[in-house]
């Protein structure tokens, strides 16, 4: 009896991370003081069919002196996205309200906290140069890392 109820929880587990999205289908991404995303270059699995960022705000300071977030553009669409969103101001996260240009985005955090955000791979493309930033003004400029969909 022991060995079958073993067997069974085995078999429960097993259904039920099956069910469970894949780890290399998410990601940790810090914004860190000093206007830098760690890790600068992420790899998304053509395999997956979503694919999630965690920003964690490692910093101490206001959103207003010094937010993060992780907003997901085509490389080539980045400039335009950012005169639009620095236009936006900062209660819109320094976003045009419905850009279709921004693929995926988080909120602007203050230190300390954390957001995720959960987006189709559908969306990405296979050669497709993309890049994702922090909209914060100061930070814009330099606060980048590359995305990339592996076929």
Known sequence: MKFRLTLTLAALMIAGTAHAAPAECSIDVEGRPGKQFGPDHIVVPASCQEFTVRLIHTGKNSKEKAGHNWVLTKTEDI?????????AGANNDFLKPGDARILAKTPML?????ATVTFPVS??????????YCSFPAHAQHMRGTLVLQP
């Open 123 to 132: 969306r990405l493309r296979a050669g497709q140069s993309y890049t994702y």
């Open 79 to 87: 400039d335009a996205v950012m005169t639009d969103g620095i236009q």
């Open 110 to 114: 203050r230190g300390g906290e954390t």
